[in-house]
């Protein structure tokens, strides 16, 4: 079993900074990239910004220079630092993370979302 379980969304005002929290767990050996989607009312689910085991990140034109996603390797967890926050951003958040399992079994898998609405 593996879980992934966003946290630190919320009700944001424009030009906030809030940071979401996302934490692997379960039968997990090692995880590859991790990343951060998000899915707004009516558009489809769109990456947000990855970051490999390394460190190699790569954002969406759309949040870089206001985004910063980071990760810790030895906690299983990614985040994602969220800078200068404009109503378009409202969206649910969503972490994934490519893993590899105990078993050798490689999983992609997604957290459950984590609303992040931006309004005064």
């Known amino acids: 079993q593996v879980q992934l379980v966003e946290s630190g969304g919320g009700l944001v005002q424009p030009g906030g900074s809030p940071r979401l929290s996302c934490a692997a767990s379960?039968?997990?050996?090692?995880?590859?990239?991790m990343g951060w989607y998000r899915q707004a009312p009516g558009k489809q689910r769109e990456l947000v910004a990855d970051i490999t085991s390394g460190g190699s990140t790569n954002y969406a034109d759309s949040v870089k220079g206001r985004f910063t996603i980071s990760r810790d390797n030895a906690k299983n967890m990614v985040y994602l630092q969220m800078n200068s926050l404009k109503p378009e951003d409202t969206a649910v958040y969503y972490c994934?993370?490519?893993?590899?399992?105990?078993?050798?079994?490689?999983?992609?898998?997604w957290g459950q979302g984590t609303q992040v609405t931006v309004s005064s």
């Open positions: 379960g039968n997990i050996f090692s995880i590859n990239t």
């Open positions: 994934n993370a490519d893993l590899i399992l105990t078993t050798g079994w490689r999983l992609t898998s």
